[in-house]
Each structure stands twice: as structure tokens, then as C-alpha cells.
């Protein structure tokens, strides 16, 4: 009886590689965006107020997280226990309500990010 495996076959008969098994299919997994944390001092964030589109009211943003949104959750929700105040986090920004640009920056500076106010 032959042993010829059906996928080796297949791979012979149209010149093509065979994948071994799952640690060779984990290797074509995309990365991740990684955790928040883990980004800490490679990437600027700018702190941004806005006011428009808003009834008048101020923001203050956090822009330039390269993560996924749990991750940025996390850190939006220290900032916003630490402030006292309400917010969101998604797309890689955070918003705090209000004007706390230079508090947000002393508390990303803590937490081991790069920021700026712009």
C-alpha cells in the first residue's frame, strides 16, 4: 500500500510547497496591533482640544495609539478614573471630556508614553 499523503500529491502535481502542519500556518498569521503598554516610548501621541461639533462643549483628544481598541480601553480608563471625568476610546483616540490637556499629559508621561500638546 502506498503512503502517499493526498496533500503531497497535490503539491507535486502543481510544483507548490506543503504546509507541514500548524506551526507553519501560524507563521502566515497577521500580527496584531499589539497592546497599548507595549507601545509605550516608540510612538509620539499628540493632545489635541476640540470644541467644534460639539455644542460648544470641549474635548480633549488623545490621538496616535497604534493598538486595538480593548487595549486602548484600558488605558482610556485610567486616564479617565484618574480625572475623574467621562470618555471614549475607539480608532486609536481617546476623548476626555473637557479641557484637561496639560493633567493627560502629565498622566500618559507616567505611563511611560511620549506625548505632546498640539
Known amino acids: 500500500m502506498n503512503s502517499i499523503d493526498w496533500k503531497d500529491a497535490l503539491g507535486k502535481a502543481f510544483n507548490m510547497p506543503v504546509a507541514q502542519g500548524p506551526a507553519e500556518a ?9 497592546d497599548a503598554l507595549q507601545q ?3 510612538a509620539r501621541l499628540d493632545i489635541v482640544l476640540e470644541r467644534k461639533g ?3 462643549k470641549q474635548a480633549t ?6 493598538c ?11 486616564l479617565k478614573g484618574s ?3 467621562g470618555g471614549s476610546a475607539r480608532g486609536g483616540e481617546i476623548l476626555i471630556q473637557g479641557d484637561f490637556r496639560q493633567r493627560v ?7 511611560g508614553f ?3 500638546i498640539i
Open 26 to 34: 501560524e507563521e502566515h498569521q497577521p500580527q496584531d496591533k499589539g
Open 40 to 42: 509605550q516610548g516608540s
Open 54 to 56: 460639539r455644542a460648544g
Open 61 to 66: 483628544i488623545v490621538a496616535g495609539f497604534i
Open 68 to 78: 486595538d481598541d480593548d487595549a486602548l480601553k484600558q488605558v482610556a480608563s485610567r
Open 83 to 85: 480625572l475623574g471625568v
Open 105 to 111: 499629559l502629565d498622566l500618559l508621561q507616567q505611563m
Open 114 to 116: 511620549k506625548a505632546r
